[in-house]
């Protein structure tokens, strides 16, 4: 299979090149397994040392365009694929949600912490937080150990979607 055969796109409504996920199960000790396609390519971190300028900027352009395409997506919660609960952080924190709206998102954050914080710094933490930005999907952990590129320097793959929504 050639490296263009083995490019997918997650979404029908983007061009991001992802490996085509054949099955998800949980092993034996309930960690979960994906079976997907292989996808060639060198992690962006260890091939970007010895790309050349015009390689780097191309790069940069191929990425602007992907993480548009990913915000052109919107969303009307905030969570997980499929509407599931949100995760936040390298180390996978899992939160209640998903949320309808900023403002159930804030209460949820805030919710085991303003207690023991007084009435005016309550105000204060809670006022800087907006409620009117746009919910769109994102990857979720899109980092150069994530993206695969070719010998060019251009990307061929996205990896790692699980912290996807």
Do not use: C
């Amino acid at each position: 299979m050639t490296s263009k055969q083995a490019t997918y796109s997650i979404l029908p409504s983007t061009t991001i090149p992802v490996p085509r996920v054949h099955e998800i199960k949980r092993d034996e000790n309930g960690a979960q397994v994906i079976s997907m396609d292989y996808m060639p390519g060198t992690r962006l971190d260890k091939a970007w040392p010895s790309m050349t300028g015009q390689q780097k900027t191309t790069l940069a352009q191929e990425l602007h365009d992907y993480i548009q395409q990913l915000r052109d997506l919107e969303a009307d919660y905030i969570g997980a694929a499929e509407r599931g609960k949100p995760i936040i952080g390298k180390y996978v924190f899992h939160l209640d949600g998903p949320f309808d709206n900023e403002r159930q998102f804030h209460q949820f954050l805030f919710s085991r912490s303003l207690d023991t914080v007084p009435d005016r710094l309550r105000y204060f933490a809670t006022s800087s937080f907006k409620e009117d930005h746009e919910i769109v999907f994102t990857h979720g952990d899109l980092a150069p150990r994530n993206i695969l590129v070719d010998e060019d320097g251009h990307v061929r793959a996205v990896l790692n979607w699980e912290n996807a929504g």
